[in-house]
């Protein structure tokens, strides 16, 4: 039994040779709601599964802190940086408008940023009261087996991350700051203004968000708060390039080319 729609619909259409008529192309959706969509899912789709974390490496006893590294400690922070930069070039073209960008754009707000989203990333993620540190690609370490790799660095993510989950900071908000993180103006760019203007998007998209959540108790100028963020992953980066600078002069093991690259391009010193 077809319903009286389908049947004024089709009757709508008789002398028309039988052919419907064609859809106009619908333009991608720009709406606050599509684009902070897309960028939870983006989130959600490169993280590790809670349920597939891997401890096999696990130790809460490592060896003594206060040791110099070693080879095999310096391959570990080189290998932990490479594995993130896949997950994250990933991540990034899952961001509506990155992939509109042209590639040599998409190419350096990715490499300017990598440094600042994995500690961003690894500090949301990771468990800093019980000292543990999950990386991207699911791996688990203790604070204790990553202080000769990372030296002083490490406790300054911990650091970070203990005061960004005090902030409780949502998935919906942690999306939009580490879509600014990448999508910000960077010297040398083809196209500002088309950054400029997914950035707006973005800044619009998060203010919708913290205001619509309301601002609950005891959490007053929770965006202000979240931006704040953004001055202090700076300064976290410029600790990892000087950590990487001295894992350099030491020449225990070559760093990889695309660690080195972002290294020589982002020197601010």
């Given at each position: 039994?077809?319903?009286?729609?389908?049947?004024?619909?089709?009757?709508?259409?008789?002398?028309?040779?039988?052919?419907?008529?064609?859809?106009?192309?619908?333009?991608?959706?720009?709406?606050?709601?599509?684009?902070?969509?897309?960028?939870?899912?983006?989130?959600?789709?490169?993280?590790?599964?809670?349920?597939?974390?891997?401890?096999?490496?696990?130790?809460?006893s490592a060896p003594c802190p206060f040791e110099k590294e070693?080879?095999?400690?310096?391959?570990?922070?080189?290998?932990?940086?490479?594995?993130?930069?896949?997950?994250?070039?990933?991540?990034?073209?899952?961001?509506?408008?990155?992939?509109?960008?042209?590639?040599?754009?998409?190419?350096?707000?990715?490499?300017?940023?990598?440094?600042?989203?994995?500690?961003?990333?690894?500090?949301?993620?990771?468990?800093?009261?019980?000292?543990?540190?999950?990386?991207?690609?699911?791996?688990?370490?203790?604070?204790?087996?990553?202080?000769?790799?990372?030296?002083?660095?490490?406790?300054?993510?911990?650091?970070?991350?203990?005061?960004?989950?005090?902030?409780?900071?949502?998935?919906?908000?942690?999306?939009?700051?580490?879509?600014?993180?990448?999508?910000?103006?960077?010297?040398?760019?083809?196209?500002?203004?088309?950054?400029?203007?997914?950035?707006?998007?973005?800044?619009?998209?998060?203010?919708?968000?913290?205001?619509?959540?309301?601002?609950?108790?005891?959490?007053?100028?929770?965006?202000?708060?979240?931006?704040?963020?953004?001055?202090?992953?700076?300064?976290?980066?410029?600790?990892?390039?000087?950590?990487?600078?001295?894992?350099?002069?030491?020449?225990?093991?070559?760093?990889?080319?695309?660690?080195?690259?972002?290294?020589?391009?982002?020197?601010?010193?």
């Amino acid at each position: 039994c077809m319903s009286l729609s389908a049947v004024v619909r089709t009757d709508s259409l008789k002398g028309r040779r039988g052919r419907l008529p064609s859809k106009p192309k619908q333009p991608p959706d720009t709406s606050p709601v599509s684009l902070i969509t897309s960028l939870v899912r983006a989130h959600i789709d490169s993280i590790p599964s809670a349920t597939k974390l891997d401890y096999s490496k696990f130790q809460e006893s490592a060896p003594c802190p206060f040791e110099k590294e070693d080879s095999v400690d310096v391959q570990q922070f080189y290998d932990l940086l490479t594995g993130s930069m896949d997950v994250i070039r990933k991540w990034a073209e899952k961001i509506q408008g990155f992939a509109e960008l042209p590639k040599e754009d998409q190419d350096l707000l990715l490499e300017s940023a990598f440094l600042e989203l994995f500690i961003l990333r690894l500090a949301y993620r990771s468990k800093p009261e019980e000292g543990k540190l999950i990386f991207c690609n699911g791996v688990v370490l203790h604070r204790q087996q990553c202080v000769r790799g990372f030296g002083e660095w490490i406790d300054a993510i911990l650091e970070f991350s203990q005061s960004l989950h005090r902030m409780s900071v949502d998935v919906p908000s942690f999306s939009c700051l580490a879509a600014l993180v990448i999508i910000t103006d960077r010297h040398g760019l083809k196209e500002p203004k088309r950054v400029e203007e997914l950035q707006n998007r973005i800044v619009s998209c998060l203010k919708d968000h913290v205001a619509a959540a309301g601002a609950e108790p005891g959490r007053p100028g929770c965006l202000s708060k979240l931006l704040g963020k953004l001055p202090e992953l700076r300064s976290l980066c410029t600790q990892g390039l000087q950590r990487i600078f001295y894992l350099k002069l030491e020449d225990l093991v070559p760093p990889p080319p695309i660690v080195d690259k972002i290294f020589m391009d982002t020197l601010p010193f």
